[in-house]
């Protein structure tokens, strides 16, 4: 009967995963966890109107002429609790994580409203 891996088949792919596992330990903290480090920003017509850090639970009552939106910050995401226009997007759109800060935007049209997350200045 025939051994399934020879010594040096697995030599060799005991060196592979080893390598494999070192890039990806070394990319996961490359990548870091964005604890504090992290602020979301609300823009209403391109403008910034509030900047908030990510570690602190807060509650944003936002208002324009167009109408408003309550926006919470917890536990290290935001999302939009509530918004009074028809579309409901916002608000169905759940939570906006650090993880996916680089792509990722939570909208309200009908207010013109931009929800963002922004790595803080290091200073």
Known sequence: ?????????????????????????????????????????????????????????????????EGGNRIVVRDGAVFVERADCKNQVCVNHGTLLPAGADVDFISCAPHRLLIVLERRDSE
């Open 1 to 65: 009967m025939k051994k399934p891996f020879s010594r040096r088949e697995a030599v060799l792919l005991l060196s592979l995963l080893t390598i494999a596992g070192a890039l990806f330990l070394l990319l996961f903290l490359l990548r870091g966890d964005g604890g504090g480090e992290w602020d979301v920003v609300i823009r209403y017509r391109g403008q910034t109107v509030a900047r908030l850090p990510l570690e602190v639970d807060t509650e944003y009552e936002f208002e324009c002429e």
